[in-house]
């Protein structure tokens, strides 16, 4: 297992002005934040968000892209060419056609950036054990993607788990739902990176509140 566990806080915000309120409190404390797409599509909720309207908000901080969205590859261009994206995940259920993906992998790669495979609560893991080298990082949803505040799925820990024992050196990612009661569950299983949303977003006291998860 990869030995440092990574908190990313996640940016789910649906204009400008709540997008700069959520940075403005994570933006110190971490180097890296997760900032998400909705199409509309791919997921019910939208944000019209592109590097060009949040380059005067999110000016130094690394970014890793969540793109909930259907049509990958229009998104993929734009936000490789952001200086601040480090990653780009995207869903394995909007796009799972092999030639595809080894495209946005291969272009991805020339671009010096980390590409992750997403997968929903209900897709399971043998559906993409084919798939799973070829990523820098599998992110599991713990919650239906697309808002915030929902309650984590338990059985999200079991997809951890054999993940993690048939791939120890993978970057398995979790996102959705993660607060203070399940934050410890979800690293003992075998997760590296967590992302964690509105348990932050809604401290009082970041510091605290992150002391609280460990």
């Not at 929902?150 to 398995?172: A, E, G, M, T, Y």
Request: aromatic share 8%.
């Amino acid at each position: 297992m990869p030995q440092k566990i990574q908190i990313i806080p996640s940016l789910l915000a649906f204009d400008l002005n709540e997008l700069e309120k959520q940075y403005k409190k994570v933006a110190k404390e971490f180097p890296l934040l997760q900032l998400d797409i909705m199409d509309g599509e791919f997921v019910k909720t939208k944000n019209n968000f592109s590097p060009r309207k949040i380059k005067k908000i999110v000016k130094t901080t690394n970014l890793e892209l969540h793109l909930m969205v259907k049509d990958i590859n229009s998104y993929i261009g734009p936000w490789a060419h952001f200086k601040n994206t480090k990653k780009i995940i995207w869903h394995y259920e909007a796009n799972s056609d092999p030639e595809d993906i080894q495209a946005a992998l291969k272009w991805l790669k020339k671009n010096k950036i980390k590409a992750g495979l997403a997968i929903n609560p209900k897709t399971k893991l043998k559906n993409i054990l084919s798939l799973i080298k070829k990523f820098d990082t599998i992110l599991i949803m713990s919650v239906t993607p697309g808002k915030q505040g929902q309650k984590f799925d338990k059985k999200s820990l079991s997809k951890i788990k054999k993940l993690r024992k048939k791939f120890p050196q993978l970057n398995i990612e979790i996102d959705g739902g993660v607060n203070e009661k399940n934050y410890k569950k979800i690293s003992k299983a075998g997760a590296n990176l967590i992302v964690i949303g509105s348990y932050l977003q809604e401290a009082e006291n970041l510091k605290t509140a992150i002391a609280n998860l460990k």
